[in-house]
């Protein structure tokens, strides 16, 4: 199978962030391509997730942690606009994309059908990502994640540690079986969970957890179902400690062009898409 691709030009608006080699990239000049990537495996991770590989013949482009990627649902009566999807991991050596799916419609459905050498077509990278601490080796970054909210905290973790910083990794999710990825997690830093059902980590919410209160963090990174991002904000604040919340609004285009996933900020509207995903929760009008 040929994989073929192509690229669109995006008016960015230009938001600064530094790399873990510590470049400076303009987001603005961050080329989106769309892709026909081909899926080196689609493993089922439990019956609601699955963990799919893609690669393609030429070198991946840049993706920076908390982008996602626009994925077109193919086969789907049902399915019109593409699903917006984290960027879970890019493993760089094989020249591989993850992306970590929970099947909640029919869009997500069908996409978890998809088998080794299949297409999957993508526009990526989308979204501005988190922010890189400027001087990682004296920054104790806390990165919470609830539900497939995980997805995106593999990539920041990875990147955070080959800036120099050890992160510290705080997963929530129902039950001991929705909590993903685990044993790539350990690899980054440590590790702490909780359950509502109480069968793993502490139980209860993230928000909950003893370690908020026994650790200190200078930098707070969440993504997750919003009233848990919401608790979390309020922690941050509360603690003056630095936060960025990567949001999950309902999307169309992906681009900045349909409006339909905008978030009122202290900007005015802005879309989560494009302005976003990820807002220092100081720019969100929340009731925090
Ligand atoms: C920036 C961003 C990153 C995302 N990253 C991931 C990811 O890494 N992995 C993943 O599995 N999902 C992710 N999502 C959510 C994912 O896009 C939706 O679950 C998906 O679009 C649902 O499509 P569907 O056709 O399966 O379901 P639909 O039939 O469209 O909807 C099924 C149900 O899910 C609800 N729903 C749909 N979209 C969302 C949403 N964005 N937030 C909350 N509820 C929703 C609908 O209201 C409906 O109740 C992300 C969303 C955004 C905006
Ligand atoms: S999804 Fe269309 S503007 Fe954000």
Redesign the pocket.
């Known amino acids: 199978m040929t994989a073929k691709s192509s690229t669109i030009s995006i008016n960015f608006s230009i938001i600064r962030v530094s790399l873990p080699d510590k470049r400076i990239y303009p987001l603005k000049f961050m080329k989106k391509f769309i892709l026909d990537l081909v899926v080196t495996q689609n493993e089922q991770l439990h019956s609601n997730y699955v963990l799919i590989k893609l690669t393609h013949a030429n070198p991946l482009p840049e993706m920076l942690p908390g982008q996602?990627a626009e994925i077109r649902i193919d086969g789907s009566n049902t399915?019109f606009l593409r699903?917006?999807?984290?960027i879970?991991y890019v493993d760089r050596a094989k020249n591989e994309l993850w992306?970590?799916?929970?099947l909640?419609?029919?869009?997500?459905?069908k996409l978890a059908t998809v088998k080794p050498g299949d297409t999957v077509n993508a526009v990526l990278p989308l979204?501005n990502g988190f922010t890189m601490p400027v001087a990682p080796e004296n920054t104790h970054p806390l990165l919470i994640g609830g539900g497939?909210g995980t997805?995106?905290m593999l990539m920041l973790g990875a990147a955070l540690k080959a800036a120099g910083c050890t992160p510290t990794f705080l997963l929530g999710a129902r039950s001991s079986k929705d909590l993903l990825q685990l044993d790539e997690f350990v690899k980054l830093g440590e590790v702490f969970t909780t359950t509502e059902d109480g069968t793993a980590g502490e139980k209860g919410y993230v928000t909950q957890h003893s370690i908020l209160n026994t650790r200190k963090f200078d930098f707070i990174y969440t993504c997750g179902p919003k009233p848990m991002m919401v608790s979390v904000a309020r922690h941050a604040k509360a603690n003056h400690i630095e936060c960025e919340a990567s949001l999950?609004?309902?999307?169309a285009c992906g681009v900045g062009a349909c409006l339909c996933c905008v978030e009122n900020t202290d900007e005015g509207h802005l879309c989560?898409c494009k302005d976003g995903?990820v807002f220092n929760i100081k720019k969100l009008l929340w009731q925090i």
């Open positions: 996602f399915t699903r917006p999807i984290s879970n992306l970590l799916v929970q909640v419609g029919d869009g997500t459905r979204g497939v997805a995106p999950e609004n309902m999307m989560v995903p």
